[in-house]
């Protein structure tokens, strides 16, 4: 079992940055894939960025959004740079225990987190 515990959504303005942050407690956080997705209001959830033997992005975020991990901190993060109101969202944290899982697919997950707030401004 992966319990899973994101950090520092918040209200900024456009253009502003922020990174999240998503704890995970268990072992072998190194084994698992690790994913964001962000859910707006009356919108399914839906891809931000993965990571697992390689990253992929959602074209809406490329060039704007950084997903990485420390595994010895059991942490991944998604640095968020010129931020829009596009961005506004639940983001949710995401883990699978998939070897070779297809990032975007919220359907390989197994673990989520509780989600956090962003929101921005224009």
């Known amino acids: 079992q992966v319990q899973l515990v994101e950090y520092g959504g918040g209200l900024v303005q456009a253009g502003d940055s922020l990174r999240l942050s998503c704890v995970a407690s268990?072992?072998?956080?190194?084994?698992?894939?690790m994913g964001w997705f962000r859910q707006a209001p009356g919108k399914e959830r839906a891809f931000v960025a993965g990571?697992?033997?390689?990253?992929d992005y959602a074209d809406s975020v490329k060039g704007r959004f950084t997903i990485s991990r420390d595994n010895a901190k059991n942490t991944v993060y998604l640095q968020m740079d010129s931020l829009k109101p596009a961005d506004t969202a639940v983001y949710y944290c995401?883990?699978?225990?998939?070897?070779?899982?297809?990032?975007?697919?919220?359907?390989?997950?197994?673990?989520w987190g509780q989600g956090t707030q962003v929101t921005v401004s224009s």
């Open positions: 990571i697992g033997s390689s990253t």
């Open positions: 995401a883990a699978t225990r998939l070897l070779a899982p297809n990032l975007s697919n919220l359907h390989d997950y197994d673990y």
């Open positions: 268990g072992r072998a956080f190194r084994n698992y894939a």
